[in-house]
């Protein structure tokens, strides 16, 4: 089932779709020929850029609003084939200074959309992006999909309460739900104003900046790093195989990078880049998970979607993107 294609002429929602998993994920459907409306609250600092949707606004309908209004989701949902839920509050580090605003996005807004479904469209497919930080500290690699829940952060504390919900919706409502749970993406068209999300963007901003990238520690935790093409491709694929209802699956490469090769290959493809080494920060180290290495056999399985792009290749594109388009982001 991952032949795209069967989006052809499909009715599709993406919440948080102007962010960059979500406009890499609609634009691919437009290619497809579907019908797709994204919505996006567009919160400063966070990743909703309607240059993400550049060449596409004209094929699409793009909506402002925030999932927290439950009366409007209410009218979004009405009619949707699928659903791709991809709106949430997503800096680790900011959900512990401010869980009551994570809390409020990243549960209340998913509860909504599923009493929204629940009570207007039942047959619509969702998928829930959760994140890898479900697992928290890692007791083995790779980490397959029964790993214990060691959360270090209220963001992975609300993102498994989340993921709870969609399960709860489908076994007790009925709702074809499926969570997929993403390493760690990285690609075109993430915000890039700070460094509250992807790293191996942010290090990007840096380098193309001429500015040092830091390293505390030895930098030798290894991570699956993720490119969001892959991402779009291996959530739009668990849409479509119906035996993903009611389940959850790692989303990743399958490959463990150490920290330090990564900045590397990004001080590599921007010359003249210094790395710098430092002790690990006291708010940070308490969330450090050690090495992540997602175990993806089950989504492999599952929908006979595979990661195609390489780290090496995936910086190399992103790097070119943004030096093409750096005004549009920061």
Same mark, same amino acid.
């Given at each position: 089932? =991952?032949?795209?294609?069967?989006?052809?002429?499909?009715?599709?929602?993406?919440?948080?779709?102007?962010?960059?998993?979500? $406009?890499?994920?609609?634009?691919?459907?437009?290619?497809?020929?579907?019908?797709?409306? +994204?919505?996006?609250?567009?919160?400063?600092?966070?990743?909703?850029?309607?240059?993400?949707?550049?060449? %596409?606004?004209?094929?699409?309908?793009?909506?402002?609003?925030?999932?927290? =209004?439950?009366?409007?989701?209410?009218?979004? +949902?009405?009619?949707?084939?699928?659903?791709?839920?991809?709106?949430?509050?997503?800096?680790?580090?900011?959900? =512990?200074?401010?869980?009551?605003?994570?809390?409020?996005? #990243?549960?209340?807004?998913?509860?909504?959309?599923?009493?929204?479904? $629940? /009570?207007? #469209?039942?047959?619509?497919?969702?998928?829930?992006?959760?994140?890898?930080?479900?697992?928290?500290?890692?007791?083995?690699?790779?980490?397959?999909?029964?790993?214990?829940?060691?959360?270090?952060? %209220?963001?992975?504390?609300?993102?498994?309460?989340?993921?709870?919900?969609?399960?709860?919706?489908?076994?007790?409502?009925?709702?074809?739900?499926?969570?997929?749970?993403?390493?760690?993406?990285?690609?075109?068209? /993430?915000?890039?104003?700070?460094?509250?999300?992807?790293?191996? =963007?942010?290090?990007?901003?840096? !380098?193309?900046?001429?500015?040092?990238?830091? +390293?505390?520690?030895?930098?030798? /935790?290894?991570?699956?790093?993720?490119?969001?093409?892959?991402?779009?491709? *291996?959530?739009?694929?668990?849409?479509? !195989?119906?035996?993903?209802?009611?389940?959850?699956?790692?989303?990743?490469?399958?490959?463990?990078?150490?920290? %330090?090769?990564?900045?590397?290959?990004? !001080?590599?493809?921007?010359?003249?880049?210094?790395?710098?080494?430092?002790?690990?920060?006291?708010?940070?180290?308490?969330?450090?998970? *050690?090495?992540?290495?997602?175990?993806?056999?089950? %989504?492999?399985? !599952?929908?006979?979607?595979?990661?195609?792009? $390489?780290?090496?290749?995936?910086?190399?594109?992103?790097?070119?993107?943004?030096?093409?388009?750096?005004? /549009?982001?920061?």
């Amino acid at each position: 089932m =991952n032949d795209l294609t069967y989006f052809r002429d499909a009715r599709v929602l993406i919440t948080g779709g102007a962010g960059m998993i979500g $406009s890499t994920i609609a634009r691919l459907l437009v290619e497809q020929g579907a019908e797709v409306t +994204v919505v996006d609250a567009m919160l400063p600092t966070y990743g909703g850029n309607r240059f993400n949707l550049h060449g %596409i606004m004209d094929k699409i309908v793009f909506v402002k609003g925030d999932i927290r =209004n439950l009366d409007r989701v209410k009218q979004w +949902v009405d009619g949707a084939d699928y659903v791709f839920s991809l709106a949430a509050q997503v800096s680790y580090v900011d959900s =512990n200074h401010d869980p009551l605003l994570d809390l409020d996005i #990243n549960c209340r807004g998913h509860l909504n959309l599923l009493l929204a479904l $629940s /009570q207007i #469209n039942r047959r619509a497919k969702v998928v829930f992006t959760s994140s890898r930080f479900v697992y928290g500290s890692i007791e083995y690699n790779p980490v397959d999909e029964e790993h214990d829940f060691n959360c270090l952060s %209220i963001y992975g504390i609300h993102k498994l309460a989340g993921e709870k919900y969609y399960r709860f919706y489908h076994d007790a409502h009925g709702l074809d739900t499926v969570s997929v749970r993403l390493t760690n993406p990285y690609g075109p068209r /993430q915000q890039m104003k700070h460094s509250k999300y992807g790293i191996v =963007n942010w290090f990007i901003r840096l !380098a193309l900046e001429g500015k040092p990238l830091t +390293v505390f520690g030895e930098g030798k /935790q290894k991570r699956d790093y993720i490119f969001v093409e892959d991402v779009a491709e *291996g959530i739009m694929s668990v849409a479509l !195989a119906p035996e993903t209802a009611g389940q959850v699956y790692n989303l990743g490469t399958g490959v463990g990078t150490p920290f %330090i090769d990564m900045v590397h290959l990004v !001080a590599k493809n921007i010359p003249g880049t210094e790395v710098q080494y430092l002790p690990w920060p006291r708010d940070r180290y308490f969330v450090e998970t *050690g090495d992540f290495i997602a175990d993806i056999s089950k %989504i492999t399985a !599952a929908t006979d979607w595979a990661p195609r792009v $390489s780290l090496p290749e995936g910086i190399e594109k992103t790097i070119a993107y943004y030096r093409q388009h750096r005004e /549009q982001y920061w």
